[in-house]
T-cell receptor, first 110, second 116 residues
Framework: NAGVTQTPKFQVLKTGQSMTLQCAQD?????MSWYRQDPGMGLRLIHY???????DQGEVPNGYNVSRSTTEDFPLRLLSAAPSQTSVYFC?????????FGPGTRLTVL | AQKITQTQPGMFVQEKEAVTLDCTYD???????LFWYKQPSSGEMIFLIY??????QNATEGRYSLNFQKARKSANLVISASQLGDSAMYFC?????????????FGGGTRVLVKP
């Protein structure tokens, strides 16, 4: 099992550019979510999914879109990048009391 | 609403000694879970230990134990026999049974530095 994988590991964008952060899991977990971590802080929920075709907003959803066409994949799209979106992004999947995180994507928006 | 508070922004601990990291929580959910994660300088989130609100005994995982005091709404992490590799950020988190999407709510973290 690869667990939760994320690509890319690092990304630099210019203000206004769009991009997609990829996330995949091979544990057949129903729940997947995206968090962001700003310097010196804990993680905050952006969007989550409770299964293929079902997504909903978390605490800080503005500026991001998600979709869940398969159980395995849960991409996060930045529509028009802003410097305030400079952060480390974690994808997670879980079932019951287990919650697994991907290695993170460090995003810088100039 | 759920809230996690970690009041210790940073602490030093001598190698081979035990350290306790404080975590208090607030929730109206009668059933919930409490998690601790370690985040080393490399950035990944490493799951350490889980405690369910109805578990009769405090959770233990190797050198990690969770001192769960439900009436006081605290879930402190105890690391015994600290090692240099324990130097990292530690996050307490909780998930209510009713939490949408099994969302985790995180505290602000505690940075631990183990001294040789």
């Amino acid at each position: 099992n690869a667990g939760v994988t994320q690509t890319p590991k690092f990304q630099v964008l210019k203000t206004g550019q769009s991009m997609t952060l990829q996330c995949a899991q091979d544990m057949n977990h129903e729940y997947m979510s995206w968090y962001r971590q700003d310097p010196g802080m804990g993680l905050r929920l952006i969007h989550y999914s409770v299964g293929a075709g079902i997504t909903d907003q978390g605490e800080v959803p503005n500026g991001y879109n998600v979709s869940r066409s398969t159980t395995e994949d849960f991409p996060l799209r930045l529509l028009s990048a802003a410097p305030s979106q400079t952060s480390v992004y974690f994808c997670a999947s879980n079932r019951d009391n287990e919650q697994f995180f991907g290695p993170g994507t460090r995003l810088t928006v100039l | 609403a759920q809230k996690i508070t970690q009041t210790q922004p940073g602490m030093f601990v001598q190698e081979k000694e035990a350290v306790t990291l404080d975590c208090t929580y607030d929730t109206s959910d009668p059933s919930y879970g409490l998690f601790w994660y370690k985040q080393p300088s490399s950035g990944e989130m490493i799951f350490l230990i889980y405690q369910g609100s109805y578990d009769q005994q405090n959770a233990t995982e190797g050198r990690y134990s969770l001192n769960f005091q439900k009436a006081r709404k605290s879930a402190n992490l105890v690391i015994s026999a600290s090692q240099l590799g324990d130097s990292a950020m530690y996050f307490c988190a909780m998930r209510g049974r009713k939490a949408a999407g099994n969302k985790l709510t995180f505290g602000g973290g505690t940075r631990v530095l183990v001294k040789p």
